[in-house]
């Protein structure tokens, strides 16, 4: 297997500063208007300059074409990506998606069919280095016969999902050693069609999605806890990214009264209680003297699951006072033990104190419904990681292409309007200046 691009390996070190993704317009754009005409047809034709510089700038913006065949040619490929979406319905059993779940201690790579939850190949690798990992998930993706139509990734982060950003697709500042900067998009797609649709977020964001749209709710948290404990926001459909990505196990939370632990933070924030620290499966190992995988053998009594509920009930009760999902779904390794699931919510309810007053809190049948397991267990980050591509996938079919966030329109999409606009622009003001010499 010919080794990775150097791109793809972390490091200790931040990125190189990259150029601005666009350049300030060309002045001579604005040099040809005609001295002579009126202020009115100046101002138009200024107007139409940047909007003529957008359109003939679009090449340095790394815009995925939005023609499914473009660039198949130019861009010889080994692999056996589908050419195009040629399909009445995203959701055709023909269409397959891949997924790539990235993880601290494991990567999960997939294919299905139709749907994100018809998986019919997979494989999983240890985390080790960047060159070999993503080696091995690429060429597992180049060995797959019949091909995919879109990529879904989710991954650990923390993570850069903004298009058009220097660091779009990489794990950046992550403590795991060796991965920080890591082009996870740019090694999965290097060699592949242009006209890959593709999405990128994280392995927590996906699943809240999934599990949001799964469940018909308007907004859903989604928690997993194993080796680490990560909470991904979903709202009206939408991953919830802001200023970059919610990075909610790391917030403070009230330690349970005489729990001594020396927990190892990330944060490293002097008196924080980060819930993640407390309660991950490495924490609950130490606490019960077994290794992690020794958790699984523990009875539902062991004292340890009521230390977890504790810290989980104090993380369901600031969801639902900061951010009040329609629904928290729970999972990962950790959550697999349902005997945990009624501890949570009652201990939720008590912190809560009654002071949230409403029936999916305050009754027991509808609580039940309100904090839920996922159906997927285990493979629900894979699951949201083929959700991601088949989401990809219905937003290139549509002529929306696919990016990461989902609430603005591609640049190449929005390049013709603005072409037409800006002749528009100049004819008024070239109308406009004759006029004004005639007078």
């Given at each position: ?292 995988a020794g958790l699984r053998e523990l009875a539902d009594d062991h004292p340890v699951w009521d230390v977890a509920a504790h810290y989980l009930a104090a993380l369901c009760a600031n969801l639902v006072l900061t951010v009040s999902p329609e629904r928290i779904v729970l999972g990962g390794g950790v959550l697999l033990r349902r005997s945990l699931f ?98």
């Amino acid at each position: 297997m010919p080794p990775l691009p150097p791109k793809v390996v972390g490091s200790s070190e931040e990125p190189s500063a990259a150029p601005s993704p666009v350049s300030p317009p060309p002045q001579n754009l604005l040099k040809n208007a005609d001295s002579s005409a009126s202020a009115a047809g100046a101002a138009s034709a200024a107007a139409a300059a940047p909007a003529l510089w957008f359109f003939a700038s679009q090449s340095e913006l790394n815009i995925r074409p939005l023609d499914p065949s473009a660039d198949e040619e130019s861009t010889p490929s080994p692999l056996r990506h589908r050419n195009s979406i040629e399909h009445d319905e995203v959701h055709e059993n023909m269409v397959r998606f891949a997924g790539v779940e990235a993880g601290g201690t494991s990567w999960v790579v997939a294919i299905a069919e139709g749907e994100p939850s018809n998986i019919v190949a997979r494989a999983q690798f240890p985390t080790t280095t960047p060159e070999e990992t993503l080696g091995k998930v690429s060429a597992w993706l180049d060995a797959q016969e019949g091909g995919f139509d879109a990529l879904g990734i989710a991954s650990f982060g923390p993570i850069d999902p903004r298009e058009g950003s220097p660091t779009y697709g990489q794990i950046t500042t992550t403590p795991k050693p060796g991965w920080k900067f890591t082009d996870v998009v740019g090694a999965l797609t290097r060699g592949r069609p242009a006209s890959l649709p593709v999405l990128f977020d994280t392995d927590v964001n996906a699943p809240a999605v999934n599990e949001g749209a799964r469940l018909g709710c308007s907004s859903c948290a989604y928690v997993t806890v194993g080796t680490g404990l990560g909470v991904g926001l979903a709202v009206h459909g939408k991953a919830v990214h802001g200023v970059l990505h919610p990075e909610v196990g790391h917030i403070s939370v009230p330690r349970r009264a005489g729990d001594d632990y020396e927990e190892v933070k990330n944060l490293h924030c002097e008196g924080w209680c980060e819930v993640e620290s407390m309660c991950c499966s490495g924490a609950l190992a130490k606490r019960a003297g077994v290794a992690p995988a020794g958790l699984r053998e523990l009875a539902d009594d062991h004292p340890v699951w009521d230390v977890a509920a504790h810290y989980l009930a104090a993380l369901c009760a600031n969801l639902v006072l900061t951010v009040s999902p329609e629904r928290i779904v729970l999972g990962g390794g950790v959550l697999l033990r349902r005997s945990l699931f009624p501890k949570v919510r009652a201990q939720m309810v008590e912190m809560l104190n009654g002071y949230i007053q409403v029936d999916s809190i305050l009754q027991p049948a509808q609580l039940d419904e309100y904090i839920v397991a996922s159906p997927h267990g285990n493979d629900a980050g894979i699951v949201g990681a083929l959700a991601l591509a088949q989401e990809a996938a219905r937003r290139r079919k549509l002529g929306g292409g696919a990016s990461s966030g989902g609430t603005a329109a591609p640049a190449a999409a929005l390049a013709p309007w603005m072409l037409a606009a800006a002749a528009v622009a100049a004819g008024l003001g070239f109308v406009a200046g004759s006029a004004m010499r005639k007078k």
